[in-house]
């Protein structure tokens, strides 16, 4: 069996937790195959990848200096991680990843290379694929099988439908796999697998040159610190009803004001009340958005939310799928009406 | 300089993308910078792929100032991979020799990201993609760019031309067409190439689609219709039933 491979992300030296979960993902993976070869339950829906199972996974750990790091991956999961000494890499750029992974890769001769659907993954994955002449699959959040394979599912058209992709068969596929989505398997391995070390130098890439990573303050504690978080998006139409927004969520106690991005990218308000992975991640007991068709970087950053209601003009929004509570109507007549009550 | 901007429709046909938009922005106020520099040397190219409806997305670029429009058929309607289209644009931007490509950071309908990417690759050009500021440094033909991480994170780079930058939402704000860019639109002319005259071999997509689905609830999703009152009434009793107010 060709080996899966998984990418470790790296930022700042250290492993991102959705590390875990692109290895939880490769379990999944190789226990769906297994289903298949067996002939039982070719669905493979309600399959759970047998923990201590590592055997034909690798992780490759790109970095200056990855051997702390590799130490850390295999101690916590077991599986073999391939340390791949990057001479001089200060930080990540696409170039040398695409350039040192296209090189190494061939050689590993996987069948599937993991790699996250975050702003990283999403940098070098598609060149990568390119490079291996490999299928590409972007945004995965379902995996399962059919009697004639794997099949990976993806949202599209705002977030209202998944379309379902087979790679050609006999394709290696290099497949990005949005975050949060299969549940993190990481703890503390019994028997740690092995340690590959693999040193490769770049003398290409100059053209993109890694300054710095800026850190911009969040100043995101009020939603955090929330119970109850009233989020606007596009539906609120204009500017001016954010303060009808606003007065409906002083009508909770322990409340704050959240929007969706494209409210921040206008400039209606400010960064600080964004909700979603280029925002904040929120969990509040109870979340109500209003006028949001809920896109799938804001449903990352709001989905572990205890309750969610969403007050929204169509019942086919995708939000309506994630929300307990759905009020179809339009936001400000409900808002109004609801404020007239109290 | 020569800009080109991938652009696709949007959810809406008549209208470009979302984050194509941000993407012609870029490339026009460019423009405009040089302009007011007195350097007329720069031009600005848009290129979609799709079918002839698709047209009217390079009729509302050269509203907004784009110089030349070049429409690509594809050789089948309907779904069309990522690499397949990159192919596409690699084919006719490759003889061309642009400066600066830029494309949105995603496509609305199809949500991949992955186009612009691609067709860095194919073209060996370097690319950085989720782009939310960029400096350009016509003396020295390098351009600063911060790419959008995660956690409020930006990645400071420095990127030499010719390049591919992929442009996130909100880096700007894009103007809408002009009266007079709109009158002078009629007369520009939209190159039409055929995917079948580029590539007369099918370029060959390794990627099947097998269906398309609804998603998959992971909440009760209860509606709540009818008169106003009513639906206050519900969502009061939803909040008292699960202690919220």
């Known amino acids: ?80 991680v391939l340390a791949l000494k990057i001479k001089g890499l200060v930080s990540y750029t696409s170039q040398v990843y695409i350039e040192s992974l296209g090189r190494l890769i061939p050689e590993i001769n996987p069948s599937h290379i993991l790699v996250a659907n975050t702003s990283q993954g999403r940098d070098f994955a598609p060149g990568l694929a390119v490079r291996l002449k490999a299928a590409s699959i972007p945004g995965v959040t379902g995996i399962r099988r059919d009697n004639e394979g794997l099949l990976y599912s993806r949202p599209v058209l705002d977030n209202t439908r998944n379309m379902v ?70 539906g609120i139409q204009e500017k001016e009803n954010l303060e009808l927004i606003s007065r409906f969520a002083k009508c909770f106690s322990n409340s704050a004001l959240g929007v969706s991005r494209p409210l921040v990218d206008t400039g209606w308000i400010g960064y600080a009340h964004q909700v979603g992975i280029t925002g904040a991640n929120v969990a509040p007991r109870l979340y109500i958005a209003c006028g949001i068709s809920g896109s799938s970087q804001h449903l990352a950053g709001m989905k572990d939310s205890d309750w969610v209601v969403s007050i929204n003009r169509n019942p086919e929004a995708p939000i309506c799928c994630h929300a307990d509570l759905c009020i179809v109507g339009d936001v400000l007549s409900f808002i109004h009406a609801f404020l007239e009550s109290e | 300089m020569k800009i080109l901007v991938c652009i696709k429709q949007g ?35 848009v290129i979609t792929a799709g079918p002839t409806k698709a047209t009217a ?46 494309t949105g950071i995603m496509s609305q309908d199809m949500m ?45 780079l420095e990127i030499c031309l010719p390049a591919l930058l992929t442009i996130q939402a909100g880096i700007n704000t894009p103007r809408y067409p002009s009266l007079s860019n709109m009158l002078a639109a009629g007369k520009k002319q939209i190159i039409t190439l055929a995917e079948k005259d580029l590539f007369p071999a099918p370029v060959k997509a390794k990627e099947l689609l097998v269906s398309v689905e609804y998603p998959e609830k992971t909440r009760a999703g209860q509606l709540i219709e009818g008169p106003l009152s009513d639906q206050v009434s519900q969502f009061k009793a939803f909040l008292r039933e699960k202690d919220l107010k």
């Open chain 1, 1 to 80: 069996m060709k080996p899966i491979l998984i990418i470790a992300e790296v930022i700042e030296n250290i492993i991102r937790p959705v590390t875990w979960e692109l290895i939880a993902a490769a379990r999944m993976i190789i226990a769906l195959n297994d289903k298949g070869l067996n002939g039982k339950d070719p669905d493979g829906k309600n399959s759970r990848a047998d923990k201590n199972d590592s055997q034909g996974i690798q992780v490759i750990v790109p970095a200056n200096d990855p051997m702390a790091l590799a130490e850390k991956i295999t101690s916590s999961t077991g599986i073999d």
């Open chain 1, 165 to 234: 992709i087979r790679p050609r068969p006999g394709c290696v596929v290099v497949l990005t796999l949005m975050p949060g989505v299969f549940l993190s398997s990481a703890g503390k391995a019994e028997h740690p697998g092995s340690i590959t070390i693999k040193e490769i130098s770049i003398d290409s890439g100059s053209e993109v040159v890694h300054k710095e990573i800026l850190k911009k303050h969040r100043g995101d504690q009020a939603l955090k610190a929330a119970q109850v978080i009233v989020a606007a998006g596009r």
């Open chain 2, 11 to 45: 959810l809406d046909k008549e209208e470009i993308s979302r984050f194509d938009e941000f993407a012609l922005e870029e490339a026009l106020g460019l423009k405009d910078k040089f302009l007011e520099a007195g350097l007329t040397d720069i031009r600005v190219d």
């Open chain 2, 57 to 102: 997305v390079i009729k509302r670029a050269f509203g907004m100032g784009a110089d030349r429009g070049i429409h690509i058929v594809p050789r089948d309607a309907g779904y069309s991979p990522a690499f397949v289209t990159a192919s596409n644009l690699a084919a006719v931007a490759g003889n061309n020799s642009y400066d600066l490509i830029l």
């Open chain 2, 112 to 156: 991949e990201g992955q186009t612009g990417p691609m067709l860095a690759e194919l073209l060996g050009l370097p690319c950085v993609t989720a782009v939310v500021k960029n400096i350009f440094n016509d003396n020295t033909g390098i351009m600063q760019v911060e790419r959008e991480m995660e956690n409020g994170l930006r990645d400071c």
